[in-house]
């Protein structure tokens, strides 16, 4: 036998109250609320992932060029390109390989309004714009001529 006020349920139920089974509700319901939250779209980010590489190509090659004195541009390759290419640096020295291809086969890049963007060797190189896409997505490069080549946010497809 137990002192009186002791027990907080009458002996021999089992179970939890509704109280207990309330609070592990909402407990479930927010940890699944915030793993959906933090699931990305693959696309996207696959896309941020081409769109920073890409950034950091053309500010090497940016700086290379200014460095050697020679004039360099981006370009994007012919689609039935012998070697496979998708885009090439045209200008800078041999010597060191540089990349010609997505890590996504399946991304698409365009320039608007010029066929090639200027990379030097000049320190100022004009506003200059590159738009990425895949899937659904699309992601625009930018400068101001000045300033490195930055994501500026998402284009209209």
């Given at each position: 036998?137990s002192?009186r006020?002791?027990?907080?349920?009458?002996?021999?139920?089992?179970?939890?109250?509704?109280?207990?089974?309330?609070?592990?509700?909402?407990?479930?319901a927010?940890?699944?609320?915030?793993?959906?939250?933090?699931?990305?779209?693959?696309?996207?980010?696959?896309?941020?992932?081409?769109?920073?590489?890409?950034?950091?190509?053309?500010?090497?090659?940016?700086?290379?060029?200014?460095?050697?004195?020679?004039?360099?541009?981006w370009?994007?390759?012919?689609?039935?390109?012998?070697?496979?290419?998708?885009?090439?640096?045209?200008?800078?020295?041999?010597?060191?390989?540089?990349?010609?291809?997505?890590?996504?086969?399946?991304?698409r890049?365009?320039?608007?309004?010029?066929?090639?963007?200027?990379?030097?060797?000049?320190?100022?190189?004009?506003?200059?714009?590159?738009?990425?896409?895949?899937?659904?997505?699309?992601?625009?490069?930018?400068?101001?001529?000045l300033?490195?080549?930055?994501?500026?946010?998402?284009?209209a497809?």
């Amino acid at each position: 036998m137990s002192v009186r006020g002791n027990e907080t349920r009458p002996s021999g139920q089992r179970g939890f109250t509704l109280i207990e089974l309330m609070v592990v509700v909402a407990i479930v319901a927010i940890a699944a609320g915030l793993i959906s939250l933090s699931l990305r779209d693959s696309d996207a980010t696959r896309l941020d992932h081409e769109a920073a590489r890409l950034s950091a190509l053309l500010e090497a090659a940016r700086a290379e060029a200014r460095a050697s004195g020679l004039p360099v541009r981006w370009q994007l390759a012919r689609p039935d390109d012998p070697e496979g290419a998708r885009f090439r640096f045209i200008g800078l020295p041999s010597e060191r390989p540089w990349p010609t291809r997505w890590l996504d086969d399946d991304v698409r890049a365009e320039i608007p309004g010029a066929s090639a963007v200027r990379l030097g060797p000049e320190p100022m190189i004009g506003a200059q714009r590159i738009v990425l896409g895949l899937g659904e997505r699309h992601v625009v490069l930018a400068t101001d001529g000045l300033g490195p080549f930055e994501p500026v946010g998402e284009a209209a497809p």
